[in-house]
């Protein structure tokens, strides 16, 4: 049974945050492993992500709300 966002306690907001993150990202994933770029673009921005740089040079995906 869906619960109302209205009644959630933020335990259970997480959660599905967290749920849906994962949903996804790994519909990203399958759509990379198909190379259907197209697919994993939309996916990937759906999921809020971004690329974010490092001083040490490595690119990995930060949420956008992580972002200064």
């Not at 994933?29 to 490092?54: M, N």
Request: hydrophobic content about 45%; aromatic content about 8%; glycine content about 6%.
């Amino acid at each position: 049974k869906m619960q109302s966002v209205n009644t959630m306690t933020r335990g259970e907001m997480l959660l599905l945050l967290y749920d849906e993150l994962v949903k996804r990202l790994t519909k990203a994933e399958l759509a990379l492993e198909k190379e259907e770029f197209d697919i994993f673009d939309a996916s990937v921005k759906r999921a809020g992500l971004s690329r974010g740089c490092f001083p040490a040079g490595c690119c990995i995906p930060v949420p956008w709300h992580i972002r200064l």
